[in-house]
């Protein structure tokens, strides 16, 4: 009946407000940075001439940016300072899709690091993580369970892995140099919870300081109270639009029909 289909629509707007809050806007882009260079300080990111976030230092990771869809020139200075201009890059922007620039590489080779970031919500119980490398110094790892299996194999400096979902809980892990068992970084405690996405950044230095780390970011994160009945995989933004726009649209064609047997003096049997 009418009641029930408004409804069913209602949950489905709701469901979607939720499950795409952490998702670009089909009509958006979403740009995002990071400063993983370890010898370089404080740095201010220009987007076309402005200063778009300021003071940023090593580890941080900024929030998203929401940005139409265009060719935008991002530069990267120390705080405070329109000079020296240490990364200038044109990056493309594509609607409904995040983005996160990495100030990779140490300051004398600084170079940006553009990666393609896949938010969208994790099964039920599940988390999902990827791992990326930006330890100029550091060989190629493998990310693995502590003396467990391997999570992430053979990740080069300025690799980025693919996203894994995992079951949510707190797991030590370890990077080892790749194909061995020879440890170069234990993390133990990683907190991984349900409906949440996770990068781990590898920073730092082998051979000096700062001393080679990990650092988790939570990229995106869902209400695990709404049920998933929604597709949760990469790139449904669009899909999850056309379900919410036909479950409103079918409430608004039901309301009229509705309206015109009433005038009709017409009864709609349920």
């Known amino acids: 009946n009418m009641k029930r289909l408004f409804v069913i629509s209602a949950v489905l707007v709701l469901s979607l407000a939720l499950a795409t809050g952490a998702l670009a806007q089909d009509n958006q882009a979403r740009v995002r940075v990071i400063h993983t260079s370890p010898d370089a300080p404080a740095v201010d990111i220009w987007v076309n001439g402005n200063v778009a976030f300021s003071n940023i230092p090593f580890t941080n990771v900024t929030d998203y940016a929401n940005l139409d869809p265009a060719t935008y020139n991002v530069q990267v200075s120390p705080t405070g300072a329109t000079e020296p201009i240490v990364i200038d890059p044109d990056l493309d922007l594509a609607a409904g899709t995040d983005y996160t620039v990495v100030a990779v590489g140490q ?5 940006p690091l553009v990666l393609i970031d896949n938010n969208s919500a994790p099964a039920a119980g599940k988390a999902h993580v990827r791992f990326v490398h930006t330890s100029p ?3 190629a790892v493998d990310i693995a369970v502590t003396g467990g299996p391997v999570l992430f194999s053979n990740v080069a400096f300025k690799g980025a892995s693919d996203y894994l979902p995992v079951d949510a809980g707190t797991y030590d892990l370890e ?3 790749a194909g061995t068992e020879t440890v170069a970084l234990s993390v133990p405690g990683v907190a991984l919870e349900e409906g949440k996405v996770y990068t781990i950044w590898a920073m730092g230095l ?3 300081e700062p001393a080679l780390t990990a650092v988790p970011s939570v990229d995106a994160s869902y209400d695990v109270s709404v049920p998933a009945t929604l597709p949760t995989t990469g790139g449904e933004t669009t899909n999850l639009w056309l379900v919410a726009a036909l479950g409103a649209g079918l409430a608004l064609i039901a309301g009229g029909l509705v309206l015109r047997s009433r ?3 017409v009864t709609i049997e349920e």
Request: glycine share 12%; charged share 30%.
């Open 107 to 111: 300051l004398a080779n600084i170079e």
């Open 137 to 139: 110094d550091a060989p």
């Open 175 to 177: 990077a080892r140099l």
């Open 206 to 208: 082998v051979g000096g």
């Open 263 to 265: 005038k009709a003096e």
